[in-house]
């Protein structure tokens, strides 16, 4: 299995998500993963939960048998991210509420989508790229 990973920031979003929806229908599992940047000064996430989830959605990932299309969209520094007009918190197809937020992307819509309390959660990455 292939993981074709590609990396977005707020900024170049628009561009490598056209490009990642052009793309989907050759992909088996198609995820969007809304993470935290990592700090300059200390080169990790400012965020827990994405440096507990993303090792562990990656691994699943790489486990599987199918072509997966991950788009790692970094939603910024803190202060970015805890503005209430974040553009991901008020778009209408992401509603991100926290961070890492893993989205199943089917048929140019979200499908499933995994919340900031159990995106490392392993059963729950099995079930959403099996589409149950």
């Known amino acids: 299995?292939?993981?074709?990973?590609?990396?977005?920031?707020i900024s170049s979003f628009g561009s490598v998500?056209?490009?990642f929806k052009a793309e989907a229908p050759q992909n088996k599992v198609n995820l969007i993963l809304f993470l935290a940047d990592n700090d300059p000064s200390t080169k990790l996430s400012w965020c827990p939960d994405c440096v507990r989830?993303?090792?562990?959605?990656?691994?699943?990932?790489?486990a599987?048998?199918?072509d997966v299309a991950l788009l790692r969209a970094h939603v910024g520094d803190?202060?970015?991210w805890?503005?209430?007009q974040h553009?991901?918190?008020?778009?209408?197809?992401f509603k991100l509420t926290g961070v890492p937020t893993?989205?199943?992307w089917e048929n140019d819509a979200v499908k499933g989508r995994l919340e900031d309390y159990e995106a490392h959660l392993e059963p729950k990455i099995n079930a959403l790229v099996s589409g149950n």
Do not use: C, Q, Y
């Open 1 to 9: 299995m292939t993981v074709k990973l590609v990396d977005a920031t």
């Open 17 to 19: 998500f056209e490009k």
């Open 53 to 62: 989830a993303e090792p562990v959605i990656l691994k699943k990932l790489e």
């Open 64 to 66: 599987l048998p199918d």
């Open 78 to 80: 803190r202060p970015t």
């Open 82 to 84: 805890r503005n209430p």
């Open 87 to 93: 553009p991901w918190r008020v778009d209408s197809r």
């Open 102 to 104: 893993l989205i199943s």
